[in-house]
């Protein structure tokens, strides 16, 4: 969310960045906001006016009525003046309620007019137009066929669809034996993984108020993924990030304190809306899911310093499981409308032999704090927003399909890398059971 000040003083450059978005149908929103701001000003004005005033009178009218007990026409003059007191006192109440409708519509506005995106930002209205920056690891196509990731599975009796199906419909999944377990090891690593990167390890509510849901992600996004508990104000995390930030609502942070970095492990709940082709079937976009998460509260001049080391943290983690990635810049109308800068960390498919995301970087600058009112003392102890960034650590479920095929042998065993066996009890290599 931008400051309407920002908007007021720089019309043609927030334009300018909608166009960029390829939101053209948003543009009648900036003049719409800057003139219902002149109005809300105006108005403000005007009831500061009257207030003065009436202190003033009241003070007149018991000047006057002190003077009456001498001389008669002053209670006469005193009650003229109430009477005028009276009248602005009802024009002050209607002057009130027109500032908070005003100042309802501007921030309904306000919510909607996307944040100013970072320069470095490809241009493109899709994420075709995402652009690949670098790779790591060397992508390898095996001269045997990869089976699909669910088939994978099965041949370890690692998962059950159809069950899943019967209880909770499509979208969900029981994972079994070898391959919960191989969930769980991916998880455990990536928490300590970030444990030993020097970030704090949190659990947080999987439900959030709407009010949080607000603040954290744009209309449309809500719209696509939340689920709301019913005749509650409640909404079921889409991911950590949301309660995660959540948690900072309304605070002024030490300044001294800052940067806060936080790993966070969340089950997420996503609606998927739409129909999906066979490689994103399975287990690869589904109502529910758990991760990890990277989460950083900063100073505005080191945002961009994090957004990197965020990312490259990603690369680190899956490289170390010896999976081929690369990092692709997400292009202006790929980006959410809190989004500054977003970048995709994709995992090499050896069956698909393209890349596929397993990961998503993003720096929000101050669009999150703004509307959540999450603020720091600098060293001159003035109040400052803070920026807020975040990061996929690891979603196992999508990182599985990423972890079977690289992993898969030509007699249909799963290697184990090195950084995991520990957290498979020593094993090396999963043997299937048919």
Not at 132 to 154: D, K
């Amino acid at each position: 969310m931008l400051d309407i000040r920002f908007i007021r003083e720089n019309p043609d450059l927030v334009k300018q960045n909608i166009k960029n978005k390829y939101q053209t149908a948003k543009l009648p929103m900036v003049d719409e906001v800057i003139a219902l701001d002149t109005a809300y000003r105006a108005a403000i004005t005007e009831g500061d006016s009257l207030r003065a005033n009436r202190n003033k009178l009241s003070k007149q009218i018991g000047m006057l009525m002190g003077q009456a007990k001498k001389d008669p026409s002053k209670a006469a003059e005193a009650e003229e003046i109430k009477k005028l007191v009276t009248a602005q006192a009802d024009r002050l109440k209607e002057l009130e309620t027109q500032e908070a409708a005003l100042q309802e519509k501007m921030q309904t506005l306000l919510y909607a007019i996307p944040q100013m995106i970072d320069p470095s930002v490809p241009l493109g209205p899709d994420d075709s137009c995402n652009v690949e920056v670098e790779r790591f690891g060397e992508p390898a196509v095996p001269e045997y066929p990869i089976p699909y990731h669910v088939e994978i599975m099965e041949a370890f009796e690692g998962i059950d669809l159809d069950a899943a199906g019967r209880v909770a419909g499509n979208g969900f999944y029981y994972l079994m034996g070898d391959i919960a377990r191989l969930h769980e090891a991916v998880l455990a690593y990536a928490r300590d993984f970030m444990i030993d990167k020097g970030f704090t390890y949190v659990i947080p509510p999987f439900m959030i108020h709407g009010n949080v849901v607000q603040g954290v992600m744009s209309f449309p996004e809500m719209d696509a993924m939340m689920y709301k508990i019913e005749g509650e104000d409640l909404y079921l995390i889409g991911t950590s990030e949301h309660s995660m930030i959540g948690r900072f609502i309304d605070q002024t942070l030490e300044g001294a304190k800052l940067p806060l970095t936080l790993t966070s492990y969340s089950p997420c709940f996503r609606k998927e809306k739409g129909a999906h082709g066979i490689e994103e079937r399975g287990v690869y976009r589904i109502h529910q899911f758990e991760k990890q998460e990277m989460i950083v509260v900063c100073k505005p001049e080191d945002s961009a310093a994090w957004y990197d080391k965020l990312w490259k943290n990603s690369v680190e983690l899956f490289r170390s499981m010896e999976i081929p990635v690369r990092q692709l810049d997400c292009c202006s109308g790929d980006l959410a409308d809190l989004k500054v800068k977003s970048c995709d960390i994709e995992a090499w498919s050896p069956r698909q032999q393209k890349y596929f995301e397993v990961c998503s970087c993003s720096n929000l600058g101050d669009a999150q704090a703004r509307r959540l009112r999450i603020r720091y003392k600098d060293a001159e102890g003035k109040s400052q927003l803070a920026h807020t960034l975040n990061n996929t650590c690891v979603a196992p479920p999508r990182m599985l399909i990423a972890f079977l095929e690289n992993h898969y042998q030509a007699d249909g065993s799963v290697t184990i890398p090195a950084v995991l066996q520990p957290y498979m009890g020593g094993k090396k290599v999963l043997i299937p059971n048919k």
